[in-house]
């Protein structure tokens, strides 16, 4: 049974767990497509209308539908506001799922219904966007957390914004501006913008409250935020105005930002009262040592002359490796506080109350996150050493994992 | 025994889920206070602001001093100020932490 009343720091949990299933469906989907286009992923052919459709359910499907579904829950936590509207949130809800699925559906059948299908979803974004706003303005005291996630949600309208000028162009043939440069923004402002702040932001309130720790500077926050921002800014230039001098520049500033991100969580967690971290949690805090390699492979392949195919790779385990798995690891520890609320908390203080570590699995987590890693090293040396069985071995790994995954989150609502 | 000290028993019965820790040896409550019609009006804390969990313990709290006989009302009162510490904690609560 529901708790009779919502207050302010609660939200109706059905909501986030609609976007949580959607989110995991598409996550096991998106692997199975790009399992079936094995040999162009080998090859480093990226625009073909199967990965165009797996990069979408992968990236809106799977990561901003389950980032959306987590804003719901964390947004009244974090912030202490309550959700603007919940009937919005449900509309947009079914609005965003019905526009993602035509749009990769458009992708691999009907090229044609691009605008349409990339309209539909433009809206249902839209309205999550005007809901947070009008969720986020009741803040009384505004902090960097807000900074972060106010920045990655312009960075998300942005990207919408570049994506509809995209679906225009390849649907209705119009050109505005020169399409390369179009997309290039669009994965910037998707990938590092709207993913790579939110999860930084929310790792500011998360890291401290899963590890149990007291006592640390939020200090070095602000650069983090300053000079990612700015690292987004010169790396957006850099494609307007044709600067790859610029572009360095700017993919050394999101590497030094992130270098500082690593470093201040690796300070919040030493810090930590509690011990023994959660296995989700720890693959969620491994990830981030992964991203801030290939931020530093970044740099590197940028002063190369020919580093486009190498790009592809590094946005590809970028994607999978530092977006992915910090997410997954996160929605490992976020699925049980949400059913335990929703099932547990009307007895909570009663004998036989579960824990929340009573709702989880510890040794199926380790085989599901271990699996995921072998998978994501198999991977990186099928694509290494152009090797398509390896490649095809090491995807149909992943895809059994995201299966796997999925079933180990659906599981904690049996308990 | 007193009806504030029925109550802090009581209160050692709710556990923050996170944490297995029972609110009073993780030193989230600050005082209890019965007044002379048995009103009992806890004030306490949570280890972060914006914990998931702050309704659940809330209303579990209340739920658990409701049920100790004589008790009228309760009303809790969660108070940012002093902030949490661990120093707050009980040795108990610090060995289930592993230290």
């Not at chain 2, 007193?2 to 600050?30: F, R, S, T």
């Amino acid at each position: 049974m529901f708790p009779q009343a919502l207050s302010k720091s609660e939200t109706d949990i059905r909501l986030p767990i609609l976007f949580i299933l959607f989110a995991l469906l598409s996550f096991v989907a998106s692997q199975g497509l790009l399992f079936m286009d094995a040999e162009n992923v080998v090859n480093g052919f990226y625009r073909t209308p199967l990965i165009w459709s797996a990069a979408h359910l992968l990236l809106l499907g799977w990561g901003t539908m389950v980032a959306m579904g987590a804003m719901y829950q964390l947004v009244p936590v974090a912030f202490l506001v309550p959700i603007w509207s919940m009937r919005l949130g449900y509309m947009q809800f079914f609005i965003t799922a019905v526009g993602i699925v035509l749009l990769c559906g458009s992708f691999l059948f009907y090229m044609d219904g691009l605008a349409v299908s990339g309209g539909i979803t433009v809206i249902g974004i839209l309205l999550f966007l005007f809901q947070m706003a009008m969720s986020l303005r009741k803040q009384q005291q505004k902090n960097v957390m807000t900074l972060f996630v106010v920045a990655s949600l312009l960075c998300l309208f942005l990207t919408i914004g570049l994506g509809l000028l995209l679906a225009l162009n390849l649907g209705l043939g119009l050109s505005v501006i020169d399409h390369t440069v179009l997309l290039k923004t669009h994965i910037l402002l998707g990938i590092g913008g709207w993913f790579t702040l939110l999860i930084i932001g929310f790792s500011y309130k998360l890291v401290p409250m899963f590890a149990l720790a007291h006592g640390f500077s939020m200090k070095l926050s602000n650069w983090v935020f300053g000079l990612y921002a700015a690292g987004l800014v010169a790396s957006a230039g850099s494609f307007f105005f044709g600067q790859p001098l610029l572009f360095i520049a700017g993919l050394f500033l999101l590497f030094a930002a992130f270098s500082l991100f690593a470093l201040h969580m690796r300070q919040i967690v030493r810090k930590r009262l509690k011990k023994r971290l959660d296995k989700g949690f720890m693959f969620s805090l491994g990830s981030i040592a992964g991203g801030w390699f290939l931020h530093l492979l970044a740099v590197l392949a940028a002063t190369l002359p020919e580093a486009g195919r190498a790009f592809g790779w590094i946005l590809y385990f970028y994607i999978i490796i530092w977006i992915t798995f910090t997410i997954a690891g996160y929605l490992y520890k976020v699925v049980p506080f949400l059913w335990w609320t929703y099932k547990y908390s009307t007895v909570a203080g009663k004998k036989g109350t579960p824990l929340l570590k009573d709702l989880i699995n510890d040794r199926t987590a380790v085989v599901t996150f271990s699996l995921f890693i072998i998978a994501a090293l198999g991977i990186a040396a099928a694509l290494a050493v152009q090797a398509n069985v390896l490649f095809l071995f090491s995807q149909a790994l992943f895809f059994a994992a995201t299966a796997l995954f999925l079933m180990m989150i659906v599981t904690i609502a049996t308990r | 025994m007193e009806l504030k000290d029925q109550i802090v028993e009581a209160l050692k019965e709710v556990y923050d889920p996170e944490l297995g820790i029972n609110v009073v040896d993780l030193g989230l409550i600050y005082d209890v206070d019965v007044d002379a019609e048995q009103n009992v009006h806890v004030t306490m804390t949570l280890t972060t602001p914006g914990c998931p969990l702050h309704d659940s313990i809330v209303f579990g709290m209340k739920d658990r001093v409701q049920e100790v006989p004589a008790v009228a009302a309760v009303d809790v009162d969660v108070v940012w100020e002093p902030a949490w510490t661990p120093e707050k904690m009980s040795k108990d609560a610090m060995e289930q932490l592993g230290f």
